[in-house]
């Protein structure tokens, strides 16, 4: 058995950790006044920003397309692989999980392994994460499969926009009508459904960033404090690394037992929530479905952070 890892771009991967775990990463097209750039190759994270805020027309964005995605089955099955792990943002911001589900059904060369992860960006990453140091340590499919159920299980996120009219515009926010009409410096509390549909919907409003901070703070403290795993997070953010890293300098000092990282929301995350919007992403700590020699841990029980 030869196991291979596939994701797309909306996971925001660094180019070390993808060769680190040998994951392949397919782009996500935008589609902007009439051109197509693929994700972070034809446009980087920095000048779509840059773009962004000067645009007259804004961006759109589409879906790996089903000719593209067999493009990258081809070279795994070329390479001799006998399965492939196909981890994608969320169902409910894309339909790209649709096409590699009826492709897996259609392809007898290979095992495809569809895996919906019902989130994007740094929880994504976690799973694809997950994935490459399982297969690395000589998982099987049946394993990996469960820990990247088991990893969801534990998932949850929180994030603010500086602008909700992106999401109201895309169509990506699943409960918009309810801010038609809206008092001036209103700060919606988002998060994204990873344990049922995997949408993004408004679950409180502040009045003020600094309320919303504290608000989302004490989620993150209620919702992680007695799990019987440790934790780890990632604060993200669209090109505000002023913010980003007074969360990071904060939850660090607060919350010394469980690890942080940072990542980014990259160009095809960013045309749907805009600049300055603000994320952390937390879960089980990866760590802790391996052994102190690197094996996996097999027959895992978890608890969810919403439980």
Same mark, same amino acid.
């Not at 961006?59 to 397309?65: A, L, M, V």
């Not at 990506?172 to 918009?176: F, I, K, M, T, V």
């Given at each position: ?8 771009s909306s ?5 070390e950790q993808?060769k680190?775990y ?13 051109k197509?750039y ?7 994270y ?12 804004l ?7 089903v ?20 981890i994608t943002l969320s ?8 096409t ?8 007898k060369? &290979?095992?495809i392994?569809?895996?919906?992860c /019902?989130?994007?960006?740094?929880g +994504? @990453? $976690?799973?694809?994460? *997950? ?14 499969m469960h ?10 996120v929180?994030?603010m ?10 169509g ?5 009508a ?15 459904d ?8 408004a &679950? ?6 600094? /309320?919303?901070?504290?608000?989302? +703070? @004490? $989620?993150f403290?209620? *919702?992680?404090?007695?799990m019987?795993?440790?934790i ?6 669209a ?6 890293d007074?969360w990071?300098e904060d ?11 940072t990542?980014?929301?990259g160009p ?9 919007t ?16 690197g ?7 978890s608890?969810t952070v919403?439980d």
């Open positions: 058995m030869k196991i291979g890892i596939l994701t797309d996971a925001y991967l660094t180019t993808c680190k040998d994951i392949g990463v397919i782009p996500i097209p935008i589609v902007w006044d009439g197509t693929r994700d972070l190759i034809d446009i980087s920095k000048d779509f920003y840059k773009k962004l805020a000067n645009a007259t027309v961006p759109t964005t589409s879906e790996p397309s000719g593209e995605f067999k493009k990258y089955v081809n070279q795994y099955i070329k390479n001799n692989y006998t399965d492939l792990i196909v169902s409910g911001l894309s339909g790209f999980y649709n590699v589900v009826s492709t897996a059904k259609e392809e060369r &290979i095992n392994h569809p895996f919906d /019902r989130i994007t960006c740094a +994504q @990453a $976690d799973a694809v994460l *997950l994935a490459g140091r399982l297969i690395q340590s000589g998982a099987n499919v049946d394993l990996i820990d990247l159920v088991d990893l969801r299980n534990t998932m949850d929180r994030f926009v500086d602008n909700l009219n992106y999401l109201k515009r895309t990506r926010l699943s409960n918009a309810s801010f038609v009409g809206t008092l001036f410096k209103i700060k919606p509390i988002l998060s994204i990873v344990q049922k549909t995997g949408h993004i919907s &679950i409180a409003k502040e009045r003020q960033y600094k /309320r919303a901070y504290i608000h989302v +703070q @004490a $989620d403290k209620r *919702l992680t404090q007695n019987p795993y440790p780890q997070s990632t604060i993200f953010d090109l505000d690394p002023k913010r980003r007074e990071l939850y660090e000092r607060k919350f010394p037992a469980d690890k942080f990282y990542s980014i929301i095809v995350v960013g045309v749907h929530v805009g600049q300055h603000i994320a952390m992403i937390w879960c089980r700590n990866i760590n802790s479905y391996f052994n102190k020699d094996n996996p841990i097999e027959n895992i029980n608890k919403n």
